[in-house]
């Protein structure tokens, strides 16, 4: 599975950026997919995560109520919809996934695939 991430760029704060994460050749179904960050010299964050199939949706306490992940309905596209965009959400950001389930498809261990991650700066 190859994913790609488009939509990073620079804002200013209070603004909205739509990351999205689409996969090459295959359908999302039974899948786990996450968004992850990484700033300079800190460790990668869980952001949020969704199970397709379920189209259930979790997130980070940092970006509750600012975030939102959905889905196209070819089930190959995942969104990653930021608002009220603050400085500290500036990192790059990775969509990741895995052909399963658990608690709220928090943490990276159990992410398969990965996208080459896209650019997100706000000032």
């Known amino acids: 599975v190859q994913l790609v991430e488009s939509g990073g760029g620079s804002v200013q704060a209070g603004g909205s950026l739509r990351l999205s994460c689409a996969a090459s050749d295959y359908t999302f179904g039974q899948d786990c997919v996450g968004w992850f960050r990484q700033a300079p010299g800190k460790d990668r964050e869980w952001v949020a995560g969704?199970?397709?199939?379920?189209?259930?949706?979790y997130y980070a306490d940092s970006v509750s109520g600012r975030f939102t992940v959905s889905q196209d309905n070819a089930k190959k596209t995942v969104y990653l919809q930021m608002d009220r965009l603050k400085p500290e959400d500036t990192a790059m950001y990775y969509c990741a996934s895995a052909g399963d389930y658990w608690f709220r498809c928090s943490g990276s261990d159990r992410y398969t695939y990965w996208g080459q991650g896209t650019q997100v700066t706000v000032s």
């Open positions: 969704t199970y397709i199939d379920a189209r259930s949706t």
